[in-house]
């Protein structure tokens, strides 16, 4: 959508250049992320239980969340000096202001989608864990119990007998 908006300067580190070649970088990654990440949306669909394949899911989704807030810290402070032109005379055309306030919203929304669903992952992660750690908890009494009932149970019934 940023393609949408012309006519807006931006000046990120001292480079006065358009919108679209300040986001150009951005949306490039964000895009392969994307594209990354619905493959292997797709093979998990395939095999949900596949560890590389979620893994590989959370590194990408944590990689495209860290894009996305970068590509909306660049459309919020676009429209922080658009603002500021504004008021000081420029002229700027209303449609290509409103396209810019779109993309923030349109952008917003990808990110909290995307929060929402490393946040799932997340908590999915953490129950997995905690039964992992439940059954580690349950093995080791397993594996105590069996240690106390070969001591005390098949030592002595084992040991040769002595006649008095």
Excluded: C, H
Aim: no cysteine; net charge neutral; hydrophobic share 35%.
């Amino acid at each position: 959508m940023a393609g949408t908006i012309k006519g807006i300067i931006v000046e990120i580190g001292g480079d006065t250049s358009g919108l679209q070649k300040a986001l150009k970088s951005v949306n490039s990654a964000t895009s392969s992320l994307s594209k990354e990440l619905r493959g292997v949306n797709s093979l998990l669909k395939l095999d949900p239980s596949n560890t590389e394949l979620l893994s590989q899911k959370q590194t990408i989704l944590a990689k495209n969340i860290q894009e996305t807030s970068e590509k909306l810290d660049i459309l919020k402070e676009t429209q922080k000096q658009a603002e500021e032109a504004m008021a000081n005379g420029t002229d700027i055309s209303e449609e290509n202001y409103r396209n810019l306030q779109r993309e923030i919203i349109n952008t917003e929304n990808k990110l909290k989608e995307m929060q929402a669903q490393a946040s799932k992952w997340n908590s999915a992660g953490k129950n997995i864990e905690e039964f992992g750690n439940k059954v580690t908890e349950i093995s080791n009494k397993l594996d105590n119990l069996g240690n106390t009932l070969t001591t005390k149970l098949t030592l002595p019934v084992s040991a040769p007998k002595s006649i008095a």
